[in-house]
């Protein structure tokens, strides 16, 4: 660490001096712009960056499908704003892998194409998107599916199940969009200024998409289980969807602890769905009870709805945790 002593040169303005070393390395010379960005009571400091346009080229030959989409939106994620893929000759396969990729992101558009290279770049810049209303739809889905998921359980409704299961690919994209913000929050300042946000509340965000990403996930599951089971016990349906209420009001209860701005009605909100966490354990191993006692085939299919349910739950646990450490008094 080095220190340097503020003066002040004309009367009114304050000034100090930059170490060398950290100027050279970053081509800084007079007449170089800096920018300043203020977060609380510090102020950070960073060269100007010309570039408005991150891009990144990633050759492509050999790799296609799930690898080839899954690459894709790491780029994404990581924040380049142009992604060019390349090969020798891209084929078919290729092309409909990295279509499914960029129908799969925010903002993710494919801009040019050749039998040599596809080029693809986000329209979306961060003053634009809105990590509040991100993971607010992001509840909004998440839940809807584990509700639905249920429901075609219980009326063995086939047709909701894969509507539940398709679904799971609307919170995918907004989590990936999270992720996104919060990578290029983390890596410039300036980010955290177009977004709006602390850094640290981007952090919050984050975390709490994660498990709302992972209850659409668990919904998912719920509902291609319910496709390989029939007509369920009225007892063993009425626990499940008992579980199911008393899981969606967890997360529910932790989601509105996470965005009250309320330091003290956050913290109660978020104890609050913490102990009904606690509650629901007891209620799942009753529902596991109650089902034991059926037809294996089931019993194990069921034991694994109520095992999703139950996780669903300890996923709004852990965003009542987050609301509740951001809702703590700073250092």
């Known amino acids: 660490m080095e220190t340097r002593k503020v003066q002040v040169t004309g009367g009114s303005t304050y000034t100090v001096s930059l ?73 078919a396969a290729q092309r409909r892998s990295i279509r499914s990729a960029s129908q799969r992101l925010v903002g993710l558009e494919v801009i040019g194409e050749t039998s040599e290279k596809v080029s693809l770049q986000d329209l979306l810049d961060s003053s634009e998107l809105s990590v509040t209303n991100a993971i607010t739809r992001m509840r909004l889905v998440s839940l809807s599916m584990l509700s639905d998921a249920v429901t075609a359980l219980i009326e063995n409704d086939n047709d909701l199940a894969t509507d539940v299961i398709e679904r799971d690919d609307d919170v995918d994209r907004l989590w990936s969009m999270v992720s996104r913000v919060f990578r290029s929050v983390l890596r410039d300042p300036g980010s955290a200024t177009d977004v709006g946000l602390p850094r640290e509340t981007c952090f919050d965000y984050h975390s709490s998409a994660r498990q709302l990403e992972r209850v659409g996930d668990h919904a998912a599951k719920i509902a291609n289980l319910s496709l390989d089971l029939d007509a369920i016990p009225s007892e063993a349906a009425d626990g499940i969807v008992e579980l199911r209420t008393e899981a969606m009001t967890a997360v529910e209860k ?78």
Request: hydrophobic share 35%; proline share 5%.
């Open 254 to 331: 932790a989601m509105e602890a996470l965005l009250e701005d309320d330091t003290e009605t956050a913290t109660r909100l978020g104890t609050n769905a913490r102990e009904h966490v606690r509650e629901i354990d007891t209620l799942a191993r009753e529902v596991d009870d109650s089902i034991r006692g059926l037809d294996p085939q089931p019993a194990q299919l069921l034991g694994l709805i109520v095992d999703s349910l139950s996780r669903s739950a300890d996923y709004g646990g852990n965003i009542a945790e987050t609301a509740l450490q951001n809702a703590a008094p700073k250092p």
């Open 19 to 91: 170490p060398k070393d950290w100027a050279t390395e970053n081509d800084i010379s007079a007449g170089s712009v800096v920018e300043f960005y203020p977060e609380d009571d510090s102020l950070l400091l960073l060269p100007q960056d010309e570039q408005e346009r991150t891009e990144g080229e990633l050759d492509i030959t050999g790799i296609d499908g799930v690898e080839l989409m899954r690459m894709v939106t790491t780029m994404y994620v990581s924040g380049f704003d142009i992604i060019t893929l390349t090969a020798s000759r891209i084929t």
